[in-house]
């Protein structure tokens, strides 16, 4: 979806000049909406192709996870920001989350923005 972070005026710039209709002025969404599809399939196959990644030496990331003072690790533009923990915070449980003000901070703003949704 990196193509949606392109600016909303350069797409209607392409839909008034090249998707309009001269005569009537009227867009034709058909074939506008198949210009987006196309050109969003062709750039991420093109990005598939062309952003792999190189993977690391995994020697060297066996030999800094070997150390476990990260104070001794070399700072180098390899080594991690911050100090990754190995132990996994288990997931809340549903009463722990209901306790948590963030949780009700989210819902409130999801039904702000988004409206409530009517379930038939």
């Not at 990331?61 to 920001?81: F, G, H, I, K, Y």
Request: some cysteine; aromatic content about 12%.
């Amino acid at each position: 979806m990196a193509l949606f972070g392109l600016s909303p005026l350069f797409f209607s710039v392409i839909a008034s000049t090249f998707f309009c209709d001269p005569a009537t002025g009227a867009l034709d969404v058909t074939h506008y909406t198949r210009f987006i599809a196309i050109f969003n399939s062709v750039t991420y196959a093109g990005g598939f192709v062309f952003l792999q990644q190189i993977p690391r030496n995994v020697d060297s990331v066996q030999r800094a996870e070997a150390q476990s003072d990260p104070v001794t690790l070399a700072v180098n533009e390899n080594s991690p920001l911050l100090a990754v923990s190995r132990l996994k915070p288990a997931d809340p449980t549903i009463s722990e989350l209901l306790r948590l003000p963030d949780f009700w901070l989210l819902g409130i703003f999801g039904v702000l923005t988004l409206g409530l949704v009517r379930v038939l």
